[in-house]
């Protein structure tokens, strides 16, 4: 028979190869580990500002310069995410300070480079409004991205907000007609297109929120920001002359306190935006016009455009998709095609 344990005096614990220091999971000094939301990361050197949400934070507090601790080290990491960080929090120059533990996050948005690459990109955490900025001209709007990135939007939980800037330079009649039967508001922000300042528009739409600015590079998202916060300091570029393309001239996230109450998130510009982690039911619930037609299809139906009975096309054809329902079926057969 076995020896029987009578007290807890009698046992004594063989000891560890390893030594004889009790390991516990949790380590004491993450009790009183400080709460902070990361506004940028630098390769491995992310930075944090103390408050539990962004919404709770100071705008004026000192950043803290935070590198991974080695629990986080392969966790992805990105602008919004609500971190706890333990070491040097005092956010002195030359300070670190170390991220030990990122809390569940409320929405996220991510892409993957392409509709067949399964890799996620996340581009940022717990926003709760994408405004996706699209150039009336130079570059000329990519439909397909816009529709790609509003589907991500959707299926995240995240409202979108299209922000059409450069109509100093063409009017934004196009970019209105694309969007005109999703319930997405569509906002003009081009150079002096008013007497007002160009984001007299936006601005109601983000004030509060905490707002990721998205779009291809050249666009404007960095001119944005700077006008929307002040002392910001993005970098600007100018959009290729030969190409219409933009220079990338931003290269990674970062968040910004906005004047009046809320948060923006600059980041770089993206050639593509892939959806290969979104299921087919997701991006057709994202497109709401054509949505209620599918409960007359067949069960199972790809609503792809040889999907024999697919009701999609009837309903169309009989204007319940408005306008815009031919271009709006044809983008959407295009995103469950590649993702097929
Ligand atoms: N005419 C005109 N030019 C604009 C407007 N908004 C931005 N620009 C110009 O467009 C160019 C690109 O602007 P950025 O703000 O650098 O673009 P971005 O979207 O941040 O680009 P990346 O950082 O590369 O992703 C700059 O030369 C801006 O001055 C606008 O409303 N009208
Ligand atoms: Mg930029």
Known sequence: MGRVISSAEEYRPRPSKRGSRPRTKRRPEHEDALAGVVVS???????VVPGRTLAEADPEAALLTCVRASGVRRRSIVPGDRVRVVGDTSGTEGTLARIVSVEE???LLRRSADDTDPTERVV??????????????????????????L??????????????????????????????????????CGYGSSGLPRTS??????????????????VGKSTLINELVPGAGRATGAVNEVTGAGRHTSS??????????????????????????VVPDAVVAAFEELAPA???????????????????DAWVAAGHAGAAGQRRLASLRRLLANLG
Do not use: M, Y
């Open 41 to 47: 990361v630098d390769r491995g050197r992310l930075r």
């Open 105 to 107: 996050r409320a929405t």
């Open 124 to 149: 940022v955490a717990n926003a709760d409004t994408l405004v996706l900025v699209t150039a009336a001209i130079d570059p000329a709007p990519s439909w397909g991205f816009l529709d790609r990135a």
């Open 151 to 188: 589907v991500a939007a959707l299926d995240a939980g995240i409202r979108p907000v299209i922000a059409v800037t450069k109509t100093d330079l063409a009017p934004a009649a196009e970019v209105r007609a694309h969007f005109s039967d999703i319930a997405a508001v569509v906002v003009e």
């Open 201 to 218: 528009a936006l601005l109601p739409e983000i004030a509060g929120r905490e707002t990721v600015l998205l779009g291809q590079s050249g």
């Open 252 to 277: 990674s996230a970062w968040a910004l306190p906005l004047p009046s109450g809320g948060w923006v998130i600059d980041t770089p510009g993206i050639r593509s935006f892939g959806l290969a982690h």
């Open 294 to 312: 599918t409960a007359d299809c067949p069960r199972g139906c790809t609503h792809l455009a040889d999907a024999p009975g697919c009701a999609l």
